[in-house]
Structures are given as structure tokens and as C-alpha cells.
């Protein structure tokens, strides 16, 4: 039962608890409470957030001065939401924190012994997540605003420029000018860990080519024609099977891909006539069998002899011990761009298997091999930070429905970050508002935080059977904002549950959490 207190002169004691319980329960510090701005960005933020559309739904949201670790504001801050993409910031700053931002992947070629008295060629993987096709010539690795990693779920995936085959193509260049010009067979040591399949099906392999995916890459005709196919790489390793036709214009897209037989892709469907280019992948499901075929490729456009087949299973039989190549000879290595640089493609187009990839680096940097290891690992990474991670739950590196995370806790280790020699590269790594990656086309021409916002996306949705609509378990954006007072803040934020009709519904969503951000941009 409440007390009630009689005597007069503690009355003002008691209302002075109860205001800033009421100040607490809104969400703000009492100081920021009281100032003018503070009040107004309240009241703005509620004109977005009590919208028709978010009738059912809930928000999280926190802004911080990591300068002071102050709350400059906070509302259900500490319930857990899906973080969807925004995992990869987790998993991104655990990589970083463990190799460094300048960590370099060195990929070698030895020229080992053959049963028939030949000589082999042994390419061993080191976990490079690009093997040179993404490198541009300042050393920089290119992204497109929406990766073809995308390109099986969203429309509008662009291909790099770079060619993905670079990295073979120069190690095959330096076996040739080490004065090989033939060998009997070629193998791939992809030993570095056991591939496994991830909780989102992806593949983690050691040895990855573009991503270890094929590029269908499609051209509509008239319709009821057949639409024209190409593929990237252009490889032996698979052909192309066209039973697709072109619809009228303005019809569905709707795309098939599957291997039936082994080596044949078989793309079905329909494009309409007016779609343009459309480009579509799929999966390669024996990256050591597809980097063989590609390396002997490269290796036969250099002159270089390879006696056996170029398809096939990758011969791992004739692997030496992995502690067997200092016996050797080394006559060719690849040599990775800055882990930095896997980081920003990662975040900025939100690459699942790349952020994936990071936990099982995690796992080697302890000596050990499984993607178990890794998030243990990472939870230890994440934990010495000083993060709490009794305020995240994670499951991958990517941002699967199986996570869990606080506003608190992503902006806690936005906050951490942020004190660490790399921070500056963690922050420019982000998608910026209105300018690039997955914020490229997220910024209202009347949002004055275009440019200003380093964040990273998350969008996790579902159907509503029932009703018969889509649903937003979750919308999130988290990162940085340099204000219009001259100081950088950290702010996460996250809406939940939000039921949309439309592609365009559900992007409104996200112009919606880009103008918080604009909101938090004007006022603190």
C-alpha cells in the first residue's frame, strides 16, 4: 500500500521523486527532458511513430553521446528486438577487434609432386572472401548499392565492373612466369574448416569465387520469345539451360533456377518485355569443384597445360599433409586489400555470407574450426569490449529472425566502437544516408541529415497468412550522426510488427527511420 506522507515539509521531496519518475519513464534524462529542443524533437518524433500505420506496432529507440556515454534520449530502449542486418555490426566489430583492420589474406599456389611423376598445382585457401575480383586499382574493394547476393530475393541487383576471375587470372599469370607450362592435375586445399551451411542455407566455404555464385544475367525479347541468357564467369564448370519466355510488358517477374543434371543450370520462368536487364545468380554448391575448373581456365589462358579434365570433383586425394608444404615450392600468392575492406562491403550492402564468413575467422583465430566456436568467440570478443551481452542474443553474423538485440545494446556497442583505434573506419564503413550501399535511395529530399548519417539497415518480413499481407517483424537502422550542433551521436532504433501492402509500403517504412534520424540531426 502507497504511504502517504503528513508532514508538509517533505511533500516537495515526494513530488520531485514522482517528476523524475515521469521524466525516466519518457524516456529522457531530466536535463534533457527540461531543454526546449528536446521537447520539440519529442513532439516531432510522435507525429512519425503514432502514424495509422503503426497502430499495432512498437519502436525502440536510443540516442547517445558516445563523447560522455550520456542518454540523450531513450524509449523501450531495453526490449529486445529482431536486429535483422544490423546483427552484422556485432559480427563486423568482432572481426575487426580480433585481425585488425589491416589484416591481409595471403592465398598461395605450390607446385607439389603427382603419382605419375608430374607435378600438381595446389591452391590453398586462406578464407579470402573476394580472391581479387572485387579489387579496384587503388587497392579498394567495389560494391554496387544492391549486391547480387540479392539478386535471387530483390529485383535491381547491379554487378561489379571488376572481374571476378582477377585474383585467378594474376595467380595464374605468376605460375606462368615462374616458368611452369605444364602439370598433370590441379587441387584445391580448402582444409581451412569444415564447409558448413549456415541457418539462411548459405554455404561457408574456404575457398569463395564471386561469392561462389554464377551470374544469370537476362535479357527479355518480344514477348512469347525466349529471352537471350548469358553467364558470369564464363566457365565449363556449368551450362545454361533457357526455358524461360518474355511476357507482356508490365508482367510479374518470376525466375527459377535449379542444377538438373549435375553442371547443367536450368533457368525457368518469366521476364516481361519491358524489365530490361535482370540479373539473377545461383548458389554454386561445390565451391572447391567450381575454383578447380576456374583456376585451370585461368591457367589455360596462359599458356599453361593442365593434363587432366578440367571438370569435376576437386581430387583432394592428392593433397599433401597440411603441414607438408614447407617441402615445397611457392610460385605463386595472392594477396588480399585490408580486412577494412571486406567490412564496408559487408555493411554497406548488407552481405550476408561475407558477415557470416567473419564467425568462422573468428573460430580459426582460436585454432578452431566450427561456427560454434566462432560465436563463443564472439560473445568473448564482444564481452572484453565491455559490451552487455546479456542484452544480446545471437545466432549467426548475418541477422537471421533467430536474433535478439536492445536498442541499449546495439547503441552500447556503437558506443565502445567508437573509442577503438579503427572507430573512423567503422564509421565510414556504414551505409551513408542518401549517398550509397543500402541508404542510398533512404533519404527525402527534406531530410537534413542527407550525408550525415553512417547506419547500418536491418528489414526482416513475413506474411500474414490470415489477412492476407506482409508484415515488418522488423525495421532497424543503427549507427552514427554528426550532427547539426558539430557533435557525433549514436542512435539505434527499431520498429516491429508494422503489417504493409506494397514494396513501396514497406520502404515508406524505412524513409520513416530515416527521418528519425533526420529528427535527431536537427535537434541534439
Avoid at 512519425?48 to 553521446?65: C, E, L, N, Q
Avoid at 518469366?270 to 585451370?296: C, E, H, M, W
Avoid at 547506419?455 to 499481407?469: E, I, Q
Amino acid at each position: 500500500m502507497a504511504h502517504h506522507p503528513k508532514s508538509r515539509g517533505n511533500s516537495g521531496i515526494y513530488v520531485c521523486i514522482l517528476l523524475m519518475a515521469l521524466f525516466l519513464a519518457a524516456g529522457c534524462t531530466t536535463a534533457e527532458r527540461a531543454s526546449p529542443a528536446a521537447s520539440a524533437f519529442e513532439t516531432d518524433l510522435a507525429k512519425i511513430t503514432s502514424s495509422p500505420r503503426y497502430a499495432h506496432s512498437g519502436w525502440g529507440i536510443i540516442v547517445i553521446d558516445p563523447a560522455t556515454g550520456t542518454t540523450l534520449y531513450e524509449q523501450n530502449a531495453d526490449q529486445m528486438f529482431l536486429p535483422a542486418s544490423t546483427t552484422k555490426l556485432f559480427s563486423s566489430a568482432a572481426v575487426l577487434e580480433t585481425l585488425g583492420p589491416e589484416h591481409r589474406f595471403r592465398t598461395p599456389v605450390y607446385e607439389t609432386g603427382s603419382s605419375d611423376g608430374g607435378k600438381n598445382l595446389v591452391l590453398v585457401a586462406s578464407g579470402d572472401l573476394s580472391m581479387g575480383g572485387r579489387t579496384l586499382p587503388g587497392g579498394s574493394v567495389e560494391y554496387t548499392n544492391m549486391d547480387h547476393g540479392d539478386a535471387a530475393a530483390l529485383s535491381g541487383a547491379i554487378l561489379t565492373t571488376t572481374d571476378p576471375l582477377a585474383g585467378l587470372n594474376d595467380l595464374a599469370r605468376q605460375v606462368r612466369a615462374s616458368g611452369i607450362t605444364k602439370i598433370s592435375d590441379v587441387v584445391i586445399d580448402d582444409r581451412l574448416f569444415e564447409p558448413e551451411n549456415t541457418l539462411s542455407a548459405d554455404l561457408l566455404s574456404p575457398i569463395v569465387i564471386n561469392d561462389n555464385l554464377v551470374d544469370i544475367i537476362l535479357s527479355p525479347g518480344m514477348p512469347g520469345s525466349a529471352p537471350s541468357l548469358a553467364m558470369r564467369p564464363e566457365t565449363r564448370a556449368f551450362r545454361l539451360e533457357n526455358r524461360l519466355i518474355t511476357g507482356p510488358a508490365g508482367s510479374e517477374l518470376a525466375i527459377a533456377s535449379t542444377e538438373n543434371p549435375a553442371g547443367t543450370i536450368v533457368v525457368s520462368g518469366s521476364v516481361p518485355a519491358d524489365a530490361g536487364i535482370v540479373n539473377q545468380t545461383y548458389a554454386v554448391r561445390k565451391p572447391a569443384a567450381f575454383a578447380r575448373t576456374l583456376f585451370i581456365e585461368a591457367l589455360e589462358r596462359q599458356g599453361v597445360e593442365v593434363a587432366a579434365p578440367a571438370t569435376g570433383e576437386n581430387p583432394a586425394a592428392k593433397l599433401p599433409p597440411q603441414d607438408g608444404y614447407a617441402n615445397n615450392a611457392k610460385v605463386a600468392e595472392l594477396v588480399s586489400p585490408p580486412l577494412i575492406e571486406d567490412v564496408k562491403l559487408t555493411l554497406k550492402v548488407s552481405q550476408n555470407m561475407h558477415a557470416n564468413h567473419y564467425i568462422m575467422l573468428l573460430a580459426l583465430a582460436d585454432n578452431k574450426s566450427t561456427f560454434f566456436d566462432g560465436m563463443q568467440k564472439e560473445g568473448r570478443i564482444l564481452n572484453s569490449l565491455g559490451l552487455d551481452t546479456r542484452a544480446v542474443a545471437l545466432v549467426d553474423g548475418e541477422g537471421t529472425d533467430a536474433n535478439r538485440v536492445t536498442p541499449r545494446a546495439a547503441a552500447q556497442l556503437l558506443t565502445l566502437v567508437a573509442q577503438r583505434p579503427y572507430a573512423e573506419q567503422y564509421v565510414k564503413a556504414q551505409p551513408i544516408l542518401g549517398v550509397d550501399g543500402s541508404l542510398a535511395t533512404a533519404c527525402s529530399l527534406d531530410n537534413p541529415a542527407c550525408g550525415h548519417v553512417y547506419a547500418k539497415t536491418g528489414t526482416n518480413a513475413g506474411y500474414d497468412l490470415m489477412n492476407g499481407r506482409p508484415i515488418l517483424y522488423t525495421k532497424g537502422l543503427a549507427g552514427y550522426i554528426d550532427t547539426k550542433s558539430g557533435r557525433r551521436v549514436v542512435f539505434a532504433e527499431y520498429a516491429r510488427n508494422v503489417p504493409y501492402s506494397d514494396l513501396n509500403d514497406m520502404m515508406a517504412v524505412g524513409a520513416d527511420l530515416g527521418s528519425v534520424a533526420g529528427l535527431i540531426y536537427q535537434y541534439y
